[in-house]
């Protein structure tokens, strides 16, 4: 079928909004031709306003580990609107929220609930600066931690896919505090930290990086990490916002045994509504007010049919842990049918990147360990990959610095259906 409706929205979309979208990866700038517009969506399947069905494997960016519109989720969220759509004022679903994220991440001993994971990172470093005192903060190119002045410098994601790591206006200053060190590259951090005695308020880090194409740490990485920023009285943030509930109940800190000071946390969380979270020690987060001097506050922080949905996806997470083995063993598969073509391949669980490294069509083995490596990538072929991929029914991140996420809705044989075309590619 084709997508007549679609194009005539981008049209008129074109006219209203920025590039038509609003999200700058969302409008396929890298990948050539117009984004269909969704119509709804259920389980693994997008379904556009033409009525092409997509097999999903975006996953709304990550929200999505269950699949689309999970049953129990919609029934709690419907009936959570009728009680009101939101109150400025505490409920009884964001202290059980908060206990459960505490529960799942011992690490935060106490959170805040935000609106998106840009303000959960935002926020997290004015607490690391008010906690310590100090300006500075270490951050990886290649990473990507929402859109605040300051975390936009070298950034990863849509600011890869656009190749301008850095915004326009960003004031010189912000940019100034922000340190870039190289992801994987422990001399790069410590040289920062030795240029900048005492003034390094926080390293902040992908525990896997998934903004430059997926990107593990390599060995005894997040571990440097950690002991550098503790011997320099620095605070580790892990920006958790995919791994969060992706890589395992616990996160990174489950996933690799590292702990972090404070974990951002977004997606998954909210179940696919707008929330996001931020948390750490008892220690460091009651510098946050109206406990502490460091100011952040929100509209619709804690927003009641948000928190419903975030609730009842980390329940069934809860109740079922062997989602995890589940989703890890497909995306497993889907490995191996890249790895079949000759592609370079990233994995973290459920989390996979096909690189189109130089020399691929050779089969010419290559690593992607950094932002570096990522850039170096063919990025016609990977258009090219995309395009014959969604013309088989196949919806993949419309970018080579994006991830590739399998949910529980992703049954073995729509993963090994997607394998053969993997194959036949
Ligand atoms: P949001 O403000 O988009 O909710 O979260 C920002 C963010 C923070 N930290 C990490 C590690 C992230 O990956 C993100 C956002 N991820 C991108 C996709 N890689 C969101 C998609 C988009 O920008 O449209």
């Known amino acids: ?38 119509e709804r969506a ?28 999970h049953p129990r989720v919609i029934r709690a969220v419907q009936k959570a609107c009728g009680r009101g759509l939101t109150y400025g004022a505490p409920t009884l679903g964001e202290v059980e929220l908060a206990e459960r994220i505490a529960a799942c991440v011992p690490d935060v001993e106490m959170v805040r609930l935000v609106s ?26 290649g990473n990507y931690h929402g859109h605040s002045d300051g975390l936009l410098v070298k950034a990863g994601s849509g600011l890869m896919t656009q190749s301008v790591p850095d915004s326009a206006g960003v004031p010189a200053g912000y940019a100034a505090s922000t340190l870039t ?37 390599g060995a005894g990485f997040l571990e440097f990490l950690r002991e550098i920023t503790k011997a320099q009285g620095a ?25 972090a000071d404070l974990h951002t946390f977004g997606k998954i969380v909210g179940g696919g509504m707008p929330l996001a979270a931020y948390g750490g020690s008892r220690d460091i987060m009651s510098c946050v007010a109206p406990l ?13 049919v948000a928190v419903t949905a975030g609730l009842e996806t980390l329940q069934i997470l809860m109740e079922d842990p062997g989602i995890y083995d589940r989703i890890d063993a497909r995306a497993g598969k889907l490995e191996e049918a890249f790895r079949g073509r000759g592609l370079t391949v990233n994995r973290a669980g459920s989390l996979l990147s096909a690189f189109f490294t130089p020399g691929w069509e050779r089969r010419e083995a290559a690593v992607v360990e950094n932002y570096e ?10 258009a090219d990959y995309f395009n014959r991929m969604l013309s088989r029914g196949i919806y993949v991140a419309p970018s080579q610095f994006e991830a590739m996420f399998v949910s529980d809705a992703h049954t073995e044989e ?12």
Not at 373 to 382: I, K, L
Not at 415 to 425: A, F, K, P, S
């Open 235 to 259: 605070l580790l943030i892990f920006d958790e916002v995919i791994t969060g509930f992706r890589l395992a109940l616990g996160g990174a800190t489950q996933y690799t045994g590292v702990h």
């Open 292 to 304: 502490g001097a460091v100011y952040q506050a929100g509209t619709l922080s804690g927003n009641p």
């Open 42 to 69: 259920e389980g693994p399947w997008l379904y556009d306003v033409d009525g092409n069905r997509y097999l999903d494997y975006v996953c709304s960016w990550g929200p999505g580990i269950l699949g689309h519109a």
């Open 1 to 38: 079928m084709g997508r007549m409706v679609s194009d005539q929205l981008f049209e008129r979309a074109n006219r209203r909004m920025p590039g038509g979208v609003n999200s700058p990866v969302r409008a396929f700038g890298a990948v050539g031709g117009n984004p269909f517009f969704v």
């Open 116 to 141: 998106s994971g840009t303000e959960a990172v935002m926020s997290a470093v004015r607490v690391a600066r008010g906690y310590t005192g100090r300006e500075k903060i270490i951050k990886f190119a």
């Open 181 to 217: 060190a190289v992801y994987n590259d422990q001399e790069s951090v410590r040289r920062l930290m030795e240029e900048n005695p005492g003034q390094v308020a926080a390293i902040v880090v992908e525990p896997v990086a998934a903004n430059m194409g997926v990107v593990p740490p």
């Open 414 to 425: 729509l993963v090994e259906e997607t394998c053969q075309v993997i194959g036949d590619l």
């Open 373 to 382: 490596d990522a850039c170096g990538c063919d990025r016609e072929a990977f």
